[in-house]
């Protein structure tokens, strides 16, 4: 149904001027070929090879610097290293809120184990800066495998590359030096890689762009996180700070291409929104992905939303958004969206959330069969699986289970494994059938859509079968409305008008233009 509003005041236009902050300063000379490296003691006087001036120390060769000079200069104020290679070899701790910029044209490379921290300031990674395609940020994964911490205390941290690494990922380049000596075998390159390190904003936000130039035969991952030695790597912040995580995999054209590849990780807020994104090449590589979840992962936040994302759109055979693969624990008071074409789950999903949707991203419908392991939704208020206008199939496998309504739409849905929704509602909305294989357990089963049902046919656990029909509601630009389930039959009462600034509500109709106010 659409509603016609009347306009009863005129509208003006105002133009609003957003100003932006640089995330780092610009270099004051070019750098060409020359790799600092930040060590504990030994390294080279001011002067000798490298210069101070205006907040950034530039080489005039290869050298070696020892951290108290990095910490020294932080006292002035934010500090940039700028070089075409970076090496972190000991640990940086600052007792100032002023900001430390690794800024290089190639790698940046942190050694495992180690601590760099600010107490406020912002701690920003920012390879390929000079916007070339070429240059990684890699923590750990080196002879030393014990846990390594990056820390802001309040502060912002930032990992990406270009000229803003807050908006343009990194971009891998090489094994650059080779990844030795962690058990479970070398990774696989990647433009950002976390190994065995822990990320702690403390109220700052964290932001993490990943990415790849195509690289030939060789196996890429945008973003790879992997841990050894039962150690989790973890990113956490406080207060209202955010976690964002990006990797794009659009341009490498080698087999086994993923966005981001992951094992066990964690990422706690309390306020901040969680979102992690990926993105493939789904036009040629085989075993692309998007994103690949392939260790335990708990995502946690007080009340944040909570959304994990692919998004590739036009996924060909071969190519998968989000893969699922090992058990995924999700629990905020806000909501949870996964969002890809293309889904596939292996490892149980549990929900602890407010409302939880899994659906596709660039259209209304998944591009295939989305075949569900196990969702635990119990502790939820809602479950929806299949975004509205899904036409392709979905296959529940594994026991679904919500502690609210569930709403399934599909071309088709056959379940296969336990469907529970205890004193509340299931509402199956297709348009090819339902086929049940296993029990539903709800105080009423609705059958929705275009398809042709018998409800007698079906056995509810705790409730009855009906057909209904599902009345939407298009404000025509006002507030949403919300849809309203009525069975065969029946009837139901027309929604409260909805708000539109300017705007008087005069009346739902059933169609677009022209008609009769109901």
């Known amino acids: 149904m659409t509603t016609t509003m009347r306009k009863t005041f005129r509208l003006f236009i105002s133009l609003i001027v957003a100003l932006t902050s640089l995330v780092a300063a610009q270099p004051a000379a070019a750098v060409t070929n020359y790799t600092i490296t930040v060590v504990a003691t030994g390294g080279a006087a001011e002067n000798s090879s490298w210069t101070y001036a205006n907040g950034e120390i530039i080489p005039s060769a290869t050298v070696s610097i020892n951290a108290a000079d990095i910490v020294a200069k932080l006292a002035n104020g934010p500090l940039v290293l700028n070089a075409d290679r970076i090496l972190v070899n000991t640990s940086i701790v600052s007792s100032t809120a002023n900001a430390l910029t690794f800024k290089s044209t190639g790698n940046i490379i942190v050694g495992g184990g180690l601590t760099i921290q600010s107490q406020g300031g912002d701690l920003i990674f920012n390879s390929d800066s000079d916007a070339n395609n070429t240059g990684h940020v890699r923590f750990g994964w080196d002879a030393t495998c014990a846990m390594g911490y990056i820390t802001s205390n309040g502060g912002d941290i930032v990992v990406g590359g270009g000229a803003n690494p807050l908006t343009t990922a990194t971009a891998t380049q090489n094994n650059d030096p080779a990844s030795t000596g962690c058990p479970g075998g070398t990774p696989p390159i990647a433009g950002v890689g976390f190994y065995n390190y822990t990320m702690n904003a403390g109220g700052g936000d964290i932001s993490v762009r990943g990415g790849s130039p195509n690289l030939g035969a060789l196996s890429t991952r945008a973003i790879n996180i992997g841990g050894s030695g039962g150690l989790v790597p973890t990113f956490q912040t406080s207060g209202s700070g955010s976690i964002s995580i990006y990797g794009d995999g659009s341009q490498i054209t080698h087999n086994n291409a993923w966005g981001i590849a992951t094992g066990a990780f964690n990422c706690t807020t309390v306020s901040g929104a969680i979102t992690i994104e990926g993105r493939g090449n789904p036009s040629g590589p085989t075993n692309a992905r998007g994103m690949s979840i392939g260790g335990a992962a708990t995502l946690t936040s007080a009340t944040g939303n909570i959304s994990i994302i692919d998004r590739t759109s036009g996924a060909q055979a071969g190519y998968t958004g989000i893969n699922l693969g090992a058990a995924i624990t999700v629990t905020t008071n806000g909501d949870f969206a996964a969002s890809a074409d293309e889904i596939t789950q ?168 022209g008609g009769t106010a109901l």
């Open 346 to 513: 292996g490892g149980a999903l549990t929900l602890d959330v407010n409302n939880a949707t899994i659906g596709a991203y660039s259209t209304s419908s998944f591009t295939a069969v989305y075949s569900t392991g196990v969702i635990n939704a119990a502790s939820s208020n809602s479950l929806r699986i299949g975004s509205p206008g899904n036409t392709s199939a979905i296959t529940l496998s594994g026991a679904v289970t919500s502690g609210g309504p569930i709403t399934v739409e599909a071309a088709t849905v056959t379940i296969n494994a336990a469907l529970t929704a205890s004193n509340s509602v299931v509402t199956l909305l297709t348009s090819g059938g339902v086929t049940q294989n296993s029990t539903i357990t709800a105080s009423t089963l609705n059958l929705a859509g275009t398809a042709t049902y018998n409800a007698q046919t079906f056995t509810v656990s705790g409730g009855s079968a009906q057909v209904v029909f599902v009345a939407t509601f298009e404000s025509q630009g006002g507030s949403a409305v919300s849809s309203v389930v009525f069975a065969s039959g029946g009837s139901f009462t027309l929604p409260s008008p909805p708000i539109y600034a300017g705007y008087e509500f005069i009346g739902w109709y059933a169609t677009a233009s």
